[in-house]
């Protein structure tokens, strides 16, 4: 277990240790939504999310919508519908949908990256056409042909809170709905919200399974694509690391200075697949932000 | 319990019952000697108007007509007295933000007959939830 994991387990248990002690909620307007309204906004800045595949350009960002409407049980967040079964001021229990990123790094038209504008090169045939050390370890490793496509899908399980003094507890389980890859994801996260006078700081710690067919699906090869990396890389499930900062400074009514960071370190076992260079995958973003 | 005491505590409440009996008498009574009343009785304000402009009319009804003086906590209204028995209403333009008492006086002996309160309500702020993703979430 790496040394990111270790620190993200261990912030975990911190709020168990005030399980009792709930924090009151809408401190700020990032932790609560009115019901029955819109709420809609966009950032306009410059950032870039780091792209762990080959030969496959990171992926700049310029503008991302955020778009929000919560009914009295159901919402829609950011393309994320869900029910809540039960919402306590302590804890909530949500049935959920959500989105994987990995098919994102794969498709320049995901749903995860449709906004954000960029030049980016999505052409994953110019990795099969450029044989010329690309897609090789070492000198004697066989290059990958055309990459099949790696389909997006929706996910749907349960998503639950807990709410303590120091953070909330955040436990999603979710399933394959689409019978793209009838994979299993299961995150568990650590979010604090710090709000200092016109600032808000959130951070956020990530543990991010990954069942072996997701792993498989995504970061396995295909025979048609390498019939020796078929055989050679073996997929396995995979734990992902990640850490997230997201700070937001009131400057009028609906403008706002937005910094983001998020690092995410990616498990060996897709590390290790021939797809990737890179054991991690990074997101910086400076800007504005307008909430209508 | 002895028998005894079975019977004293059954006197006990009845005298009691007897003397709240009276006392609501006493109080109908009372509230039948005077009666103030004011419309509207509410002013409910919102995010976008905040101060409450309206006319309100007091009016008052007593057993024995005579003149009375209104009194209240508004400050541009602190004293008003009727000049005749005969008057039985008053209406008064009101801008305030915060409830206002009216008093009721007997003009003559200063005995307080009856009261009122305009109450100023702030429209109930929107239902919030909470919200299970960042904004930027997206990202």
Redesign the interface.
């Known amino acids: 277990m790496n040394r990111l994991k270790l620190i993200v387990l261990s912030c975990f248990l911190l709020p168990f240790f005030t399980w009792a002690d709930t924090a009151p ?2 401190e700020n307007d ?8 819109w ?1 809609l ?1 966009i ?1 306009l800045g410059y ?1 870039i ?1 780091s792209n762990p595949l080959k030969d496959f350009d990171d992926i700049p ?1 310029y503008m ?3 778009f ?1 409407y ?1 009914g009295e049980s159901w ?1 829609f ?4 519908l ?1 029910y809540t079964l039960t ?1 306590q001021e302590s804890y ?1 229990i ?1 049935l ?1 949908t959500s989105f994987s990123t990995d098919s994102a790094y794969f498709q320049r038209w995901d749903p ?1 990256n449709i ?1 954000l504008a960029g030049g980016s090169t999505f052409d994953s045939s110019s990795v099969a056409n450029n044989n010329i050390g690309l897609f090789t370890r070492g000198v004697q490793e066989p290059t990958i042909g055309d990459l099949e496509k790696r389909r997006f899908t929706y996910l749907g399980g349960l ?1 639950a ?1 807990i709410y303590t003094r120091v953070g909330i507890i ?1 436990f999603s389980l979710a399933h394959d709905m689409l019978n793209v890859h009838q994979g299993t994801e299961a995150q568990l996260k650590w979010i604090y919200n710090l709000p200092v006078q016109d600032w808000n700081f ?1 951070l ?1 710690l990530k543990l991010d399974w990954k069942s072996e067919e997701i792993v498989d699906y995504y970061y396995g090869v295909r025979e048609s694509e390498s019939p020796y990396w078929n055989q050679a890389f073996k997929s396995k499930s995979a734990l992902n690391a990640g850490i997230e900062l ?1 700070s937001t400074y009131v400057m009028t009514q609906h403008w706002d200075l ?1 910094f ?1 960071a ?1 690092y995410t370190r990616i498990a060996d076992a897709i590390a290790e697949s021939p797809l990737l260079n890179e054991e991690y995958t990074s ?1 910086l ?1 400076i800007g504005s ?1 307008y ?1 209508f | 319990m002895q028998i005894s005491q079975i019977i004293a505590s059954g006197f006990l409440l009845l005298s009691f019952s007897v003397s709240s009996s009276e006392q609501l008498i006493a109080d109908e009574t009372e509230k039948f000697t005077a009666e103030l009343s004011l419309a509207p009785e509410f002013c409910i304000t919102s995010d976008e108007q905040l101060t409450c402009e309206l006319t309100v009319k007091l009016e008052w009804k007593n057993q024995i007509p005579k003149p009375i003086c209104i009194l209240s906590d508004y400050d541009n209204m602190v004293r008003w007295c009727s000049e005749s028995a005969e008057v039985n209403s008053f209406s008064l333009d009101i801008s305030t933000t915060e409830d206002i008492q009216f008093v009721m006086i007997d003009k003559a002996t200063h005995e307080t007959l009856a009261g009122v309160k305009l109450k100023v309500t702030p429209t109930a702020g929107p239902k919030v939830r909470r919200r299970y993703r960042n904004p930027w979430s997206l990202f």
């Open positions: 909620p809408c990032l932790e609560c939504i009115e019901i029955g309204q709420d906004g950032a950032g999310r960002i991302v919508p955020t929000a919560y919402y967040d950011n393309g994320n869900g919402e909530t949500n959920a995860s906004f998503d809170f955040n959130e956020q997201t937005l983001l998020r997101t973003y932000s909430r």
